[in-house]
Antibody
Framework: QLQLQESGSGLVKPSQTLSLTCAVS??????????WSWIRQPPGKGLEWIGY???????YFNPSLERRVTMSVDRSKNQFSLRLTSVTAADSAVYFC?????????????????WGRGTLVTVSS | DIQLTQSPSFLSASVGDRVTITCRAS??????LAWYQQKPGKAPKLLIY???TLQSGVPSRFSGSGSGTEFTLTISSLQPEDFATYYC??????????FGQGSRLDIK
């Protein structure tokens, strides 16, 4: 059974960088046909896709965040990571990592079949 | 971005009721749509993908239909564990994967 577990800084000061890691267990992050996403949810609000990365290291980001987002993958540790720079209070949210399963070959379309439990990140001085 | 608008945003129903939630896309997305259930303090759970394909392990009282710009999620006979918030998601990254605003289902 695939499991994902987020970890990282729970409190970040404004203008600083948010860093999170998602550890994957139960399968290799190098398995084909999947992407590895970050999705966030401000308290009491809806879901926002941040971006995803492939095991190759290529990544796609939400255009509204792409100037501040980087993602990386560490196949040796079976984990992937998120960095979000210049954070403000609007970046306070529960951050989920999730596996994206390909809808069909070469579609570039993914649905999220496994999720981590989420980790709350608060931006405050 | 492709906008997804869910209706209703809030609904209350009783155990045993049939419930339908609608998701409308701002442009055609074929069948590139998924539905999720989220309970308080938990991660979303995949219910349906490709607009109408039931995820493994999801009870058959859940069903999805639609294509293009209008989609529905139907729960045929509500069970106590179904009271939650439901989200639709369009699957294509171009230009961005997006979610509906959510539909909260409460007990009447």
């Amino acid at each position: 059974q695939l499991q994902l577990q987020e970890s990282g800084s729970g409190l970040v000061k404004p203008s600083q960088t948010l860093s999170l890691t998602c550890a994957v267990s139960g399968d290799s992050i190098s398995s084909g046909g999947y992407s590895w996403s970050w999705i966030r949810q401000p308290p009491g609000k809806g879901l926002e896709w941040i971006g995803y990365i492939y095991q190759s290291g290529s990544a796609y980001f939400n255009p509204s965040l792409e100037r501040r987002v980087t993602m990386s993958v560490d196949r040796s540790k079976n984990q992937f990571s998120l960095r979000l720079t210049s954070v403000t209070a609007a970046d306070s949210a529960v951050y989920f990592c999730a596996r994206g399963k390909l809808y069909y070959y070469d579609s570039g379309a993914y649905y999220f079949d496994y999720w981590g439990r989420g980790t709350l990140v608060t931006v405050s001085s | 971005d492709i906008q997804l608008t869910q209706s209703p945003s809030f609904l209350s129903a009783s155990v045993g009721d049939r419930v339908t939630i609608t998701c409308r896309a701002s442009q055609g997305i074929s069948s590139f749509l998924a539905w999720y259930q989220q309970k308080p303090g938990k991660a979303p759970k995949l219910l349906i993908y490709a607009a109408s394909t039931l995820q493994s392990g999801v009870p058959s009282r859940f069903s999805g239909s639609g294509s293009g710009t209008e989609f529905t999620l139907t729960i045929s006979s509500l069970q106590p564990e179904d009271f939650a918030t439901y989200y639709c998601q369009q699957l294509n990254r171009n230009p961005s994967i997006t979610f509906g605003q959510g539909s909260r289902l409460d007990i009447k």
